[in-house]
């Protein structure tokens, strides 16, 4: 096993799979559980409390896969392409700027 897809798997998967735990845990409390009367009212805030950290747990998760993942897509598009060699013209125009104008002679006169 190559160390990326230990990583692939540390970084990515894990996450997502806690996530899902705790949304099923979140659901599962919401319809399981039987509290006293008093405390009956908390089931909903707290199901739904456990539900928003485990969605923004796997959002975020899969929002860095995607970016991480098109990152990798350019860099290995970009090292596919080979630079182009510069046109003529533009070759002249290097040459012409790296000049130092030596050659040429100050104004007479004074």
């Not at 009212?41 to 199901?47: I, K, T």
């Not at 790296?98 to 006169?109: S, V, W």
Request: hydrophobic share 40%; glycine share 8%; aromatic share 8%.
């Amino acid at each position: 096993m190559n160390i990326e897809r230990v990583r692939t798997i540390l970084g990515v998967w894990a996450p997502m799979a806690i996530g899902s735990f705790i949304i099923a845990t979140s659901i599962n409390f919401y319809v399981t559980a039987r509290l006293s009367a008093d405390l009956e009212s908390w089931r909903l805030v707290c199901s739904a409390g456990a539900f928003f950290v485990g969605s923004v747990l796997m959002l975020s998760t899969y929002g860095r896969y995607q970016k991480t993942k098109a990152a990798r897509r350019e860099a290995a598009a970009s090292s596919l392409v080979p630079a182009l060699p510069p046109t003529p013209q533009e070759d002249r125009d290097q040459q012409s700027d790296g000049d130092n104008h030596d050659d040429q002679q100050p104004p007479a006169g004074g």
